[in-house]
């Protein structure tokens, strides 16, 4: 059958506009505005995602708020947030992983304890252990570095280490992780300190130079790989609460974190999930 060419341009511009309405379509299901509540270490890797993620979709809009002193899974219960940001699970809403974290232990570069088992890191911040001496290290009495009850990372080493409610009265509490790491770098004597951090800090801390370093646990060095495969025991889980009634949009965000875009911007603050 001969097709003329008035056929062939009306069926190229039939294709065109149906191409043309379908994007119009799929860009109008991403759209509309998320807020985004927390208040831990993770401010960095979401205020990264979010933008990205507003690049990806010119009519999504993403608000972080973050406050040291916020209960995000409080503001999505009340709707004042759409995500909350955590490390563990709640009743009631819906958990998303996004990342792991792992959760180093720093001392001073001078400090020469080779290495801890889980139960001693125990031990040392429940005031059983006080002299870094009775874990082969220096003859210096510890300091010990807690942080805020309401942090994600505190949180989760509670839980691992079976320390809710048992952590020594003399600890001496920091909220930030650049605070962190100056403490356990310049305390005197240099050899007492000890903190736990989200491992990208501290990683970044010891390329940098900083006179610190990374307290091998059970055995394994506290490093990206052993983290995304589970080596390390103790990691955490970057988790998006939300609300049961998961929203297109929602949606959109959670999977644009697990994009390869995505996770490539995770890697520069957490470790990235392993592909399935």
């Given at each position: 059958m ?28 991403v759209?509309g505005?998320?807020?985004i ?9 979401i205020?990264a995602?979010?933008?990205a993620?507003e690049?990806?979709?010119?009519r ?6 973050w ?12 709707g ?14 819906t ?24 139960q001693?890191v ?30 994600n ?6 839980q ?40 990208g ?11 610190v370093r ?22 955490r889980?970057?988790?998006?609460l ?11 965000f ?5 994009s ?8 520069d ?8």
């Open positions: 001969h097709t003329s060419l008035g056929q062939i341009l009306r069926f190229t511009w039939l294709t065109v506009l149906l191409v043309a309405l379908s994007l119009r379509l799929a860009a109008a299901e759209s505005s998320l807020v509540a927390g208040n831990g270490p993770e401010s960095g890797a205020e995602l979010a933008r993620f690049k990806a979709n010119p999504a809009y993403v608000d972080v708020l406050d040291d002193n916020s209960k995000p899974i409080d503001m999505v219960k009340s004042q947030a759409t995500l909350a940001v955590t490390g563990s699970e709640e009743t009631g809403l958990a998303f992983q996004i990342a792991w974290d792992g959760i180093a232990i720093m001392v001073h570069r001078s400090n020469f304890t080779k290495e801890v088992t889980k001693e125990s031990d040392l911040y429940s005031g059983k252990v006080k002299v870094w001496a009775d874990l082969g290290g220096p003859d210096t009495r510890i300091l010990l570095i807690d942080r805020p009850k309401n942090q990372n505190r949180d989760a080493f509670e691992q280490l079976g320390l809710a409610g048992k952590i020594a009265d003399g600890a001496k509490l920091i909220a930030k992780d650049e605070k962190v790491i100056k403490t356990v770098a310049g305390t005197l004597p240099p050899l007492s300190a000890v903190a736990y951090l989200s491992l800090q501290a990683l970044e801390a010891v390329a940098s130079g900083v006179p990374l307290l091998p646990v059970d055995k394994i060095e506290p490093e990206t790989p052993t983290v995304k495969d589970g080596r390390y025991p103790l990691r889980p970057v988790l998006l939300s609300a049961n009634d998961t929203t297109p949009l929602i949606a959109a959670q999977q644009f974190a697990l390869d875009d995505g996770q490539k911007i995770i890697s603050f957490y470790t990235p999930l392993a592909k399935k």
